[in-house]
């Protein structure tokens, strides 16, 4: 039973440039949810996605944006990326219904991304 | 002011010693609240669960104080296997849906 999986595991950008990360949640799973963690912080929640909408979303400017698929991969799009914009990006998924009770996100090993 | 606060620590203990790690949260509408433990350089996975009448797991109690907006983690006769960073998250649901949000977490370094 696959995990959470992210692609790419790191990767290296300058300002200006725009990234796409993906996730393909755990099997079962139909929320995905993505979160940016920086050095010494805690993971700061982007937004989550079920049935292919954008359901939630924390304090990120409209550069970030993402989208779901049918069978519930999900992608995080940033644009015209900044120095700050540098950290961890984790994807976590969750099964909806269960998700507020048991609150057990699944996450992936995360995308880390450097804006030189 | 951030919706979920920690200590950042960090906490450096030896073996057998018994730490605790506060947490609030600013959201009173919050319905439910968790734990979850990180290694360094690995992903955040769920420690327990945190109850209103507190609950234990093992060297683990966590409690909650729904009047004080307040939560709490025991980890008693510590490990060096305890060593990581632990993160207070607070589920703030809405109509839709919840989301959580996480605190910036306590570093513990528990030594021989």
């Known amino acids: 039973d696959a995990g959470v999986t992210q692609s790419p595991t790191h990767l290296i950008k300058t300002r200006g440039q725009q990234v796409t990360l993906r996730c393909s949640p755990k099997s079962g799973h139909d929320t995905v949810s993505w979160y940016q963690q920086a050095l010494g912080q805690g993971p700061q929640f982007i937004f989550q996605?079920?049935?292919?909408?954008?359901?939630q979303r924390g304090n990120f400017p409209d550069r970030f944006s993402g989208h779901q698929f049918p069978n519930y991969s999900s992608e995080l799009n940033v644009n015209a990326l900044l120095l700050g914009d540098s950290a961890l990006y984790l994807c976590?998924?969750?099964?909806?219904?269960?998700?507020?009770?048991?609150?057990?996100?699944?996450f992936g090993e995360g995308s880390r991304l450097t804006v030189l | 002011r951030k919706e979920v606060e920690q200590d950042p620590g960090p906490f450096n203990v030896p073996e057998g010693a018994t730490v605790a790690f506060n947490c609030t949260y600013s959201n009173s509408a919050s319905q439910s609240f968790f734990w979850y433990r990180q290694d360094c350089r690995k992903e955040p996975k769920l420690l327990m669960s945190v109850y209103s009448s507190g609950n234990e797991d093992g060297r683990f109690t966590a409690q909650l104080n729904r009047a004080s907006q307040y939560i709490s983690l025991l980890i008693r006769d510590s490990k060096l296997s305890d060593s990581a960073t632990y993160l207070c998250?607070?589920?703030?649901?809405?109509?839709?849906?919840?989301?959580?949000?996480f605190g910036q977490g306590t570093e513990l370094s528990v030594k021989p």
């Open positions: 998250v607070v589920n703030f649901y809405y109509n839709q849906g919840g989301k959580l949000i």
């Open positions: 976590a998924s969750s099964l909806a219904r269960l998700a507020a009770d048991t609150g057990e996100l699944f």
């Open positions: 996605y079920y049935e292919e909408e954008e359901r």
